[in-house]
């Protein structure tokens, strides 16, 4: 349960568990361990994921549902990370990107291009330069929705002027 209110991201509702009267009975390493991983997903930091993951590897590596969901999770934590550090910029070197966020180049550079291909941030990485420009996130041009529902409109109104003009003949 601890796990399914961290991967929905309401880390808090993990610490409200634990302090209450049936979150007491249940104490240990393994609990330790999803507080850890919750503060580290209430603080965002892959660090103190990495760290976590490191410390409690024997309580959370055993099982593989939950290493898969904590897969899951860094790829979360990480591009929240990524997308936060590059929101300021609108050209970022992705070594800076990696140095501050502690990772090596390749993953950085590998998440950055997911995340556009994905569409959930906007621009294009000039590998050339080792350079992410970033695009301001510019609405979608609506001309040609109302062009299609325009042609929609006047296609109903010929079928009717056709459907008139067959009953005069």
């Keep these: 349960m601890l796990l399914c209110k961290i991967m929905l991201g309401a880390p808090d509702d993990v610490h409200a568990l634990l302090t209450g009267k049936m979150g007491l009975k249940y104490s240990g390493r393994g609990i330790d361990a999803m507080k850890a991983i919750a503060d ?10 990495n760290n976590t993951i490191s410390e409690y590897d024997d309580e959370l590596k055993k099982d593989p549902v939950v290493q898969n969901h904590l897969k899951s999770l860094y790829d979360n934590l990480l591009e929240k990370n990524l997308v936060r550090i590059i929101e300021p910029y609108s ?51 609506q001309t040609y929705t109302y062009a299609l529902d325009t042609i929609t409109h006047m296609g109903k109104v010929v079928d ?8 005069l003949s």
């Design 160 to 167: 009717v002027l056709f459907k008139k003009a067959q009953k």
């Design 40 to 49: 580290a997903g209430k603080k965002r930091d892959i660090s103190i994921f």
């Design 91 to 141: 050209r970022v070197q992705i070594a800076h990107v990696a140095e501050t966020i502690n990772l090596p180049y390749d993953i950085v550079e590998k998440k950055l291009s997911q995340i556009i291909l994905d569409k959930k941030f906007s621009g294009i990485l000039d590998q050339g330069s080792g350079v992410l420009i970033v695009y301001d996130g510019s609405e979608s041009d």
